[in-house]
């Protein structure tokens, strides 16, 4: 019987999931297309791993993806 209560309207800290889940893909992919990168299409390879592995996309490229971008 408790199990149908579970499938009900998401709380305050799903939407703070489901926020976070839509909004760092596109912050992703926004820091990586104003950036400079050292090899010639690494940009696209880092836009392609954030739109195709949903949460750990942009994880990567906030732990590896930052480090190999051109400072000017």
């Known amino acids: 019987m408790n ?3 579970l499938f009900g309207m ?3 800290p799903e939407w703070i999931i489901i926020i976070v889940m839509g909004l760092l893909p596109i912050v992703s992919i926004v820091d ?3 950036s400079s990168f050292r090899g ?3 940009k696209w390879v880092w ?3 954030v739109v195709f592995i949903p949460f750990f ?3 990567l490229y906030y732990w590896i993806g ?3 971008r051109v400072i000017s």
């Open 47 to 49: 836009c392609a791993i």
């Open 3 to 5: 199990s149908i209560l």
């Open 40 to 42: 010639m299409n690494a």
């Open 10 to 12: 998401p709380g305050t």
């Open 57 to 59: 996309g942009p994880l």
């Open 32 to 34: 990586i297309m104003n």
């Open 66 to 68: 930052r480090e190999q």
